[in-house]
């Protein structure tokens, strides 16, 4: 079966690749008859993979060129992604070990994910973050198995149901293969890092038409390096040390020698934590000298009030546990058996797991009770605080006329985690063809399981020792049971039945009627279980999610192709789900008009929805560990009030966001006019407008929304320390009441208001054949987002952000980065057994500055890092920010163009050798300052950019 795109009466089909698209005219008149195939977006068969929305194929022979290790790196490069992924490289997300993938920048659950055909099942993770409720996991999809990949860059919800608003993506494994066939590579950076090495197979055997069956195996095997900050070389180090403080001398005063805090007032719970107290700050010196750094505001990046000035501590090295790259050892299977019955009747069967495993190192556990931790509990109560406070007379009290706060490090406990997701995959079902109509029907299985291990939590029980009977820090310290590893586990899956047939209803002057009729029935489950010790209430600091639900999806869709002239045909969908408690029914139309054979024109209309995920609305609560600015104790976001200190300039603080059942879908209505021109025989031009609104987006109240807005949402809540002693004072030394540090935030899945995205996509593709010297082929993929506007809430302006990082364009959304331009270039050269390909990829610039909050404009605009023109510093802070970047025109992420290039050599028998170099110049990715603190800390935005320099990778593979 062929599965190139087709050009039929020069309306061309476009099938952009990684590293190139081809593009393939078909003289009507002169070509044999096309075999009629099912197409991602459609179940009518038709002889044209090309309809009324723009289809992107990628094929194997691409994939490979593209140099990707992985499903994820291979989606990233296409212009038409955006933010909204999760990427699989180091830990601190709430999806670590998951990769995912968001079109047009709304959110990786807004984007549907199918294996030949069929939507897999969302993973076993509760993501609170915005457009991440359902997460399906690319790591389930291994590269080797894949024969090509269909994106449908169009709303699908008529056709596939909830999650297909912003498009799908269609995985589609080798089948009918004959032959066995082993591959390895290797892969690493020009510094020997970010290493991946990987053994795969295919073997398939019996031919269908003469055997009456064929079986095929594939497997995929990989194992990936850890690589750790101090190893990564190619990001801009000079200038995260410079105005970040990234991988300067100092990293931790929290060490084994622990930091004494004496109580402002007895019983207040308040504690000495500036410079001005220093007086009142006592730490100890036994560690190594080598180990010990006197405090310098410059060199060490810290603001006047830190009371590390001028004091000598004993540094701990945190840095030596933050990787950029996490070790991963990954396998996948994946096995399809077919049996021809007769003529008329097939049967199938499918099963595959997978297996991705992930160890994340860390530093070992410290606290600083300065303020309390949350302790929480499973039975969804709100978290209740604990605060290790050494008594009078305590054997490490250094005040003997107070109390005091401790700061200290469980050196000697092991920190870090693993992260292990397994899939499984199960369908069998019948095809085949009885009178005018050709169908099938499955009964599928998907599951995924995940186990995550959490290592060295402090264990309140045995921390506590110290208070109840006097134990010593030293003691403690040495303790193996002071801390405990956590394991939580869960799972997810689907089970769905299906039925669907397609058929002729006559004809019209353009051709066949087609028609398609389906439905389905489908059985989601989600079950998460936090660890016992957490659970009961054991250990500090540490979140449980707890969530078990399951719900019954029935569904029916029709679809009518009208050719109604052999130059215009338009394409009718309609689809019905039923939910428990909701109903849905929504259209799609769409057309295409051959102009001439030069020139096409063709656009769609469609409705959409997406169906609230089942962690949002199942029994149970999320509880997580969040940061923002508490505006009350720290007014401008940098300088804290009398009584407060520094951590209420950026808080981090407790969660808890309880499922809700009432929440409605998400709708969305989409649009896209596409002009496809053939100029010359060997010239294709695409450009295709889009724009999608989606309203009612089902998210989670935003932490700082809430702070910021007490009392407007009546299911949310700030929680603050009630004790008056913690209450700060304004300006005028007066005492703001209820003032207390935040200790937890309440939160609420709400249906909030609206994303609009629009834009153009571009696609050149020239070919041009070179007689004895070869082929040429040239292809440029561009795409340009003309507006991205968010209406973080019900009658909250949206304002036009594309081009910018969102949070800090307007600060009252939450949106991640979206550059108004990507672009891809490739042009292969091939001749007998050579071919080379040379890729241009490049990323546009993100503003980082703030222009609006909602209905306040600022007047004029100003960055949010740095000082501005009438010498504030930023809400964002990096004093020394201006001195590297001056003026809005600098205050930004810089563009990014790489250059790859990959040679195939295929003359040797039955072996394929491959080497491919990416990023050839070695170009750093650029500077981002949000990615150069303690936290994220890997000096790259992983959604647009990477810090692995010149990357090799050198495959074989061989036939027998």
Known sequence: MKHNLVLKQSVIAVALAVGGAQFAVAQQAAEPAVQKVFVTGSNIKRAEKEGSSPIQTVNAKQIAASGANTVAE???????????????????????????????????????????????????????????????????????????????????????????????????????????ELSASVAANDDGEFGKRTVSGVWGFGDLEENRFNALISFDVSKRDST???????????????????????????????????????????????????ANIVNRLDCDKSQQITGNAAAHILQATDPLIGRTFCNYDTNGF??????????????????????????????????????????????????????????????????????????????????????????????GSENLNESFRVLTGLKGTTGNWDWETGLLWNRSEREGTSYGRLHMPTLNRIVTEGRSIADTIKDPNVTRDIVNKGYAQVKQLDAKASTTLGKLPGGDIGLAIGGEFRKEEISLSPDALTASGQIIGVANTSLNGERNVRSAFVELRTPFLKNWEMDFAGRYDKYPGEKSFVPKVGSKWTISERVALRGSFAKGFRAPALLQVAPGGVQSFTSAIDYLRCPDGQKFLENGEKADCKKSFSSLSASTPDLKPEKSKSYSLGLILNPMKDLD??????????????????????????????????????????????????????????????????????????????????????????????????????????????????????????????????????????????????????????????VGPVSLVTRWDNTTTYNPPVCYYGYNANGKLGEGGLEHYSEYFQGLNNCSVKSWTTVGVNYTYTGIKNLTLSFNVKNLFDKKAPYDPRYGDTTDFQGFDPQLHNGMGRYFRLSASYKF
Not at 86 to 103: E, H, I, P
Not at 238 to 253: D, F, K, T
Not at 381 to 409: C, E, M, T, W
Not at 772 to 781: A, V
């Open 74 to 180: 291979l989606l990233k490069t296409i212009p038409a992604f955006g933010s909204g992924a999760s990427f699989d490289t180091s830990a601190g997300s709430f999806t670590s070990g998951a990769a995912t993938a968001s079109l047009r920048g709304m959110g990786s659950s807004s984007t549907l994910v199918l294996l030949n055909g069929r939507r897999i099942t969302a993973s076993a993770y509760a993501d609170p973050n915005q457009g991440k409720s359902a997460v399906y996991d690319l790591n389930s999809i291994p590269v080797s198995a894949l024969e090509r990949v269909e994106i449908f860059k169009d709303g699908a919800s008529a056709v596939y149901g909830s999650d297909a608003i912003a498009g799908v993506i269609n995985f589609i494994t080798k089948s009918d293969y004959r032959g066995l």
């Open 685 to 842: 031009v695409l450009v295709d407008w889009y724009r999608i609104k989606k309203t009612s987006e089902t998210a989670l109240i935003g932490a700082q929304a809430v702070i910021q807005n007490p009392g407007r949402y009546p299911t949310a809540a700030v929680i603050r320390d009630t004790n008056p002693a913690t209450w700060v004072k304004d300006a005028n030394g007066v005492v703001i009441p209820n003032s207390g540090p935040i200790q937890q935030v309440n939160r609420a899945w709400v249906n909030q208001g609206s994303t609009e995205v629009s834009g153009l996509d571009f696609e050149v593709a020239y070919r041009k054949s070179l007689g004895d010297w070869g082929r040429l082929t040239q292809n440029l993929s561009w795409s340009h987002l003309m507006e991205f506007r968010r209406a973080e809430r019900p009658g909250f302006q949206a304002h036009n952000i594309a081009g910018s990082y969102g949070n800090y364009a307007d600060r009252a959304t939450n949106v991640d980065d979206n550059p108004r331009n990507r672009g891809s270039y490739s042009i292969n050269w091939s001749k007998a057994v050579h071919s080379v390909t040379a890729t241009v990829d490049y």
């Open 322 to 415: 933050n990787e950029v790259q996490s070790a991963g050892k990954d396998a996948n299977i994946l096995s399809r058996f077919t049996l021809k019955l007769n003529d008329n009747l097939t049967a199938f069967a499918e099963a595959g797991y997978s297996r991705t495993e992930r160890t994340y190192t860390g530093a070992p556990i410290a606290m600083r009770s300065t303020a309390s931790s949350s302790i929480f509990t499973a039975d969804g109560k709100p978290a209740q605080q604990y605060q290790l406070i050494l008594p009078v007379g305590h054997v490490d009290n250094p005040f003997p006329d107070a109390r005091s706060a401790v700061g200290l490090r469980m050196v000697n406990a092991r920190g």
């Open 228 to 278: 750790n900050v101090y190893d990564q070389k190619d990001v801009e180090n000079g200038l995260y040390r410079a105005i970040n403080g990234r991988l300067n001398p100092y990293s931790s005063a929290l060490s084994g020698s622990p930091f004494f805090y004496k109580e402002k007032t007895p019983g207040s719970k308040a504690f000495a934590t500036t410079y001005a107290d220093r």
